[in-house]
């Protein structure tokens, strides 16, 4: 059946589409286990890398056909997901076999099923600068027929500094887990910049907060899985759905720091400077717009 184009409208304050509050109270209904690993991000920031590097830490010894049997979105189901003719985010993850489940999901902090903070789940939370964000998150609506029609590019970074996409403002989302940590302390932080600069580091990081015991070899052999060219030859490992037309735009498109620079004027940038300096007060929050 063919995906119509959605709109985008108010969601409890926050902008959303048809596709990710459908299945709404189903979802705040979700039944969270305290051993769920939850991965929650603003889109674009370095899910699908995370989840991927998530799913080989945990199961790729154990469990290694279902690199091949398996996509990776079923892997680690999008929990709020409702798409026509397709299990929803929540159906699947409600069948998956794993302990842990590995779940994703890109609500913003006040939207997460109560479940999740009653269970004391642990929660990795994947940050991404804000202007590679924009630039990535224009290209995947440019691609995909799922989300609204971004416009030309200087509409869409309008859009995205007024918080006018799906799932909102990015500023109001990085802020709001940001300092859920505060009172939460089993989120984990990861800096797309950090993991682009050292991911054996990061992969350390991950594994000591999760408590995980894994020999040098195993770690190698997922940093090199989990590179961005071996992610994109890897079919079970990104997405790929009829919404999506790659020829437009690849979903493992270019995966660098600073690629911003080739989309922002000088104009631009000024101005969404301003404008972060605004909304992004907290200085214990710093992101890197290069390495
Ligand atoms: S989504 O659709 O919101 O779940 O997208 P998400 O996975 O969060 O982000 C997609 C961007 O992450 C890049 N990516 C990677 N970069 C480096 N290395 C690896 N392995 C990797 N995997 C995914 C992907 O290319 C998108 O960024 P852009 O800037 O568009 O290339």
Redesign the pocket.
Known sequence: MEVIKPTLFDFHGVSMSNYFVKNWDEVQNFKARPDDILIA?????????V??MLDLLYFGQTCPERQTSTPLDDRVP?LEIAKPNLPTGKELADRLPTTPRLI?T?LPLQFVPKSFWEQNVRIVN?L?NAK?TA???Y??CRMNKGMPDPGDWSTFLQNFMEGKVVYGSWHDHVNGWWEKKETYPKIHPMF?ED??QDTGREIDKLCSFLGLSRSDEEKKRVMEA???D???KNEMA??KTPAMDFKI????????VG?WKNHFSVAQSEQFDEDYKKKMTDVTLQFRTEI
């Open positions: 991000t603003y889109p674009k920031t370095g899910t699908t890398w989840c991927y999008f994703k890109h994947v991404r590679d630039v990535s998150y290209h995947f797309y993991l682009i989990v590179q961005f071996n992610m994109k990104n997405p735009s690849p979903f493992m498109r270019k995966g660098k690629d």
